[in-house]
């Protein structure tokens, strides 16, 4: 059992930056498509950004393209999101996410972090 850790959340105002990241814990995260998904209050999850296994395919949501980057360092076990020029919209419980399907969609990932909040002020 992958067990996710998030941190870096936080209050930001408008145009601000943050930098989210997830530890974990086991040596086979390396083996992992690693995910971050978001939940607004209200709304349903949904995916933000991920990456390959092995690093080298990413993917984002429209809404986030050009702002956010995702990043991992296998030999330290962690994914890194990269949030800038961020939007009142941006507000949700940032989840980081772990798994062996399709990295874009909830049901692929098998492991799922306790979330980090993060609040974007106008």
């Known amino acids: 059992q992958v067990q996710l850790v998030e941190s870096g959340g936080g209050l930001v105002q408008a145009g601000g930056s943050l930098r989210l990241s997830c530890a974990a814990s086991?040596?086979?995260?390396?083996?992992?498509?690693m995910g971050w998904f978001r939940q607004a209050p209200g709304k349903e999850r949904e995916f933000v950004a991920a990456?390959?296994?092995?690093?080298?395919?990413?993917y984002y949501a429209d809404s986030v393209k050009g702002r956010f980057t995702i990043s991992r360092d296998n030999a330290k076990n962690t994914v890194n999101l990269e949030m800038n020029s961020l939007k009142p919209e941006d507000t949700a419980v940032y989840y980081c996410a772990a798994g062996s399907g399709i990295p874009t969609m909830r049901g692929g990932m098998d492991h799922w972090g306790k979330g980090t909040l993060v609040v974007v002020s106008s």
């Open positions: 086991e040596r086979t995260f390396s083996r992992y498509n």
């Open positions: 990456l390959s296994w092995s690093g080298g395919s990413t």
